[in-house]
T-cell receptor, first 114, second 111 residues
Framework: GAGVSQSPRYKVAKRGQDVALRCDPI?????LFWYQQALGQGPEFLTY????????KSGLPSDRFFAERPEGSVSTLKIQRTQQEDSAVYLC????????????FGEGSWLTVV | RKEVEQDPGPFNVPEGATVAFNCTYS??????FFWYRQDCRKEPKLLMS???SGNEDGRFTAQLNRASQYISLLIRDSKLSDSATYLC????????????FGTGTRLTIIP
């Protein structure tokens, strides 16, 4: 497809369970971002990749959060031992680079931890 | 203090009215600014980019005031379809376009 694709769209996890969220960016976009959006809040930066290199992971809230993009295209955000405070929408975005452009979001993965 | 701040609203505005939102930013190194629109249970979508002195797109006008470190969004002749949450965002424009978002301002247009 033409846009950023994320899966699963909805995930209910029991507390303590591990989850993996997938992002397929727009073809040709070298930059990929993960954001977390809690209810009633704006998106909060988690991590950033340029191709396969993770250049910034300063927003990851704890060492339970891990992201990878091994071949520079599809990315996976993994959350280990999920907690209730991890409940949020996880948005992936890709960026084409160059002046005058901005990031384009996927529809998000809605995670509910019960 | 959050790096980007917005009044969360809600703003309830009659159809046809003009509505304005402000957004302040604290990082003076921010170079690029954007307004995003987010509908309920949807992803943010770019509404307007804001560079230098601002720009206009139809009923929407965005302004940047670097001296006071705020950006604004003006919506004229508001329509029911304008009901959404409006997010402002700032970026360093250093080639990676990592954005910092405000909490969003919720707008409801009333018939």
């Amino acid at each position: 497809g033409a846009g950023v694709s994320q899966s699963p769209r909805y995930k209910v996890a029991k507390r303590g369970q591990d989850v993996a969220l997938r992002c397929d960016p727009i073809s040709g976009h070298v930059s990929l971002f993960w954001y977390q959006q809690a209810l009633g809040q704006g998106p909060e930066f988690l991590t950033y990749f340029q191709n396969e290199a993770q250049l910034d992971k300063s927003g990851l809230p704890s060492d339970r959060f891990f992201a990878e993009r091994p071949e520079g295209s599809v990315s996976t955000l993994k959350i280990q031992r999920t907690q209730q405070e991890d409940s949020a929408v996880y948005l992936c975005a890709s960026y084409p680079g160059g002046a005058g452009n901005t990031i384009y979001f996927g529809e998000g993965s809605w995670l509910t931890v019960v | 203090r959050k790096e980007v701040e917005q009044d969360p609203g809600p703003f309830n505005v009659p159809e046809g009215a003009t509505v304005a939102f402000n957004c302040t930013y604290s990082n003076s190194a921010s170079q690029s600014f954007f307004w995003y629109r987010q509908d309920c249970r949807k992803e943010p979508k770019l509404l307007m980019s804001v560079y230098s002195s601002g720009n206009e797109d139809g009923r929407f006008t965005a302004q940047l005031n670097r001296a006071s470190q705020y950006i604004s969004l003006l919506i004229r002749d508001s329509k029911l379809s304008d009901s959404a949450t409006y997010l402002c965002a700032g970026g360093s424009n250093f080639g990676n376009e990592k954005l910092t978002f405000g909490t969003g301002t919720r707008l409801t247009i009333i018939p």
